[in-house]
């Protein structure tokens, strides 16, 4: 694991540096396109650099890689990791993977969303390992490290195993098989022809399919997400979670995860909306109004 804690954009600019030396690959203006879970780089134009945070995470991007490659030869869309170059590959105590550029591209729509979630969840297995998808055990991880009030940490602790014993007794609607585990318009681009490709490939898993259609719902409820854009969605994937008995439960969760992931990220606004969500998290006010980072 990486020994410096902190990522943000100078590490992981230094990490996409050592990366490019590794692989004689020269970059000399980078240029951020986001950071999050990973930082996305543009290295030049045509060619992404996803850093990961740390060095343990090398197998969940070598799957991505994989699963990637698997996709495209099964006529799944997917953006294509970039061939001729060692990836994943291990610079300055993190993961770098390479991936081709869609250009121009733009998230998807929901309903594009809705349609292409649709298909993957009902494609055939792939030929490779996948692990259970990662749920409440993912926060337990991210709250054991995040500079939040102590309180807070607690509570927050204790509403995690809640929510655990609750999604271990939950009840499911639609059939186990493959998902994204983080199915948001960012993670499915559009070219200017309106083809599709989905992106982030590190969290696919096997899974309930509602885990994945509940994060369109929150966005909704958040106000990311009109109603009628969020209609769409539902018209497109063909069922709406929010009729699931499971939808409390996993909303709770990832409104958890969302909340933990974000006190990850360096920054005052950040804090600030860290602290809103945290005290919604608690009091059971409404998420509308949170901010999209």
């Given at each position: 694991?990486?020994?410096?804690?902190?990522?943000?954009?100078?590490?992981?600019?230094?990490?996409?540096?050592?990366?490019?030396?590794?692989?004689?690959?020269?970059?000399?203006?980078?240029?951020?396109?986001?950071?999050?879970?990973n930082a996305v780089w543009r290295v030049r134009p045509g060619l992404i650099a996803r850093v990961a945070r740390s060095a343990d995470r090398y197998p969940?991007?070598?799957?991505?890689?994989?699963?990637?490659?698997?996709?495209?030869?099964?006529?799944?869309?997917?953006?294509?990791?970039?061939?001729?170059?060692?990836?994943?590959?291990?610079?300055?105590?993190?993961?770098?993977?390479?991936?081709?550029?869609?250009?121009?591209?733009?998230?998807?729509?929901?309903?594009?969303?809705?349609?292409?979630?649709?298909?993957?969840?009902?494609?055939?297995?792939?030929?490779?390992?996948?692990?259970?998808?990662?749920?409440?055990?993912?926060?337990?991880?991210?709250?054991?490290?995040?500079?939040?009030?102590?309180?807070?940490?607690?509570?927050?602790?204790?509403?995690?195993?809640?929510?655990?014993?609750?999604?271990?007794?939950?009840?499911?609607?639609?059939?186990?098989?493959?998902?994204?585990?983080?199915?948001?318009?960012?993670?499915?681009l559009a070219d200017p022809q309106g083809r599709l490709g989905w992106v982030d490939l590190d969290g696919v898993a096997m899974g309930h399919p509602e885990?994945?259609?509940?994060?369109?719902?929150?966005?909704?409820?958040?106000?990311?997400?009109?109603?009628?854009?969020?209609?769409?969605?539902?018209?497109?994937?063909?069922?709406?979670?929010?009729?699931?008995?499971?939808?409390?439960?996993?909303?709770?969760?990832?409104?958890?995860?969302?909340?933990?992931?974000?006190?990850?990220?360096?920054?005052?606004?950040?804090?600030?909306?860290?602290?809103?969500?945290?005290?919604?998290?608690?009091?059971?006010?409404?998420?509308?109004?949170?901010?999209?980072?």
């Amino acid at each position: 694991m990486h020994t410096n804690a902190v990522f943000d954009v100078p590490t992981s600019l230094q990490t996409l540096r050592a990366a490019c030396e590794a692989v004689d690959l020269v970059a000399p203006s980078p240029e951020l396109i986001r950071l999050g879970e990973n930082a996305v780089w543009r290295v030049r134009p045509g060619l992404i650099a996803r850093v990961a945070r740390s060095a343990d995470r090398y197998p969940l991007h070598e799957r991505g890689v994989r699963l990637a490659q698997w996709m495209h030869a099964h006529q799944v869309p997917a953006t294509l990791p970039v061939d001729g170059l060692p990836n994943p590959v291990r610079a300055d105590g993190r993961v770098v993977t390479w991936w081709e550029e869609v250009s121009q591209a733009r998230p998807a729509t929901p309903a594009e969303l809705g349609a292409a979630l649709r298909a993957l969840h009902e494609m055939p297995l792939p030929d490779l390992e996948l692990p259970d998808a990662a749920t409440v055990d993912k926060v337990d991880a991210r709250l054991a490290v995040v500079d939040i009030d102590e309180e807070d940490r607690a509570a927050l602790c204790s509403m995690a195993a809640r929510l655990q014993d609750n999604y271990s007794g939950l009840e499911y609607e639609l059939p186990f098989g493959l998902i994204h585990g983080d199915a948001h318009p960012a993670n499915l681009l559009a070219d200017p022809q309106g083809r599709l490709g989905w992106v982030d490939l590190d969290g696919v898993a096997m899974g309930h399919p509602e885990w994945d259609l509940v994060l369109t719902a929150i966005e909704r409820d958040c106000g990311w997400v009109s109603p009628d854009a969020y209609q769409g969605f539902v018209t497109g994937y063909g069922y709406d979670i929010t009729t699931s008995p499971t939808y409390p439960v996993l909303r709770a969760i990832r409104l958890l995860r969302m909340t933990s992931w974000l006190a990850q990220l360096p920054g005052e606004r950040v804090r600030r909306e860290v602290e809103r969500r945290i005290g919604d998290l608690r009091n059971g006010t409404s998420i509308h109004g949170w901010k999209a980072f």
